[in-house]
């Protein structure tokens, strides 16, 4: 599978970003789809997941801001980032797998190339 992460760019606080993730060479509705993010000298993170079933998971620092989705007869997820922070900057990564740890980096087998995400003003 090969996915391609776009969509990303500066935007200032408050603001909004819709990021995609089309994949090829598989359904995105065979796998666990998630999104990860990676700041400058941290530690890659999970900014949430749809799971092959539909069910959704976030993680507390973006729940409620962050929606997830996917439209199968694209074979894209999306995720759509509302009331961006500073902190929120990262390069953001969309990755495919079929493990249950789908918060974890290791639970993912396939890894799209990135997109740079830059909230300031």
């Known amino acids: 599978v090969q996915l391609q992460a776009c969509g990303g760019g500066l935007v200032q606080p408050g603001g909004s970003l819709k990021l995609s993730c089309a994949a090829s060479g598989g359904t995105v509705s065979q796998y666990n789809m998630g999104w990860f993010r990676q700041a400058p000298g941290k530690e890659r993170e999970s900014v949430g997941a749809i799971r092959w079933s539909g069910s959704i998971y976030y993680p507390d620092s973006v729940k409620g801001r962050f929606t997830i989705s996917r439209d199968r007869t694209r074979d894209t997820v999306y995720l759509q980032m509302n009331g961006l922070k500073p902190e929120d900057t990262a390069v953001y990564f969309c990755?495919?797998?079929?493990?249950?740890?789908?918060?974890?980096?290791?639970?993912?087998?396939?890894w799209g190339q990135g997109t740079q995400v830059t909230v300031s003003s």
């Open positions: 990755a495919a797998g079929r493990s249950v740890a789908i918060a974890d980096t290791n639970g993912y087998y396939y």
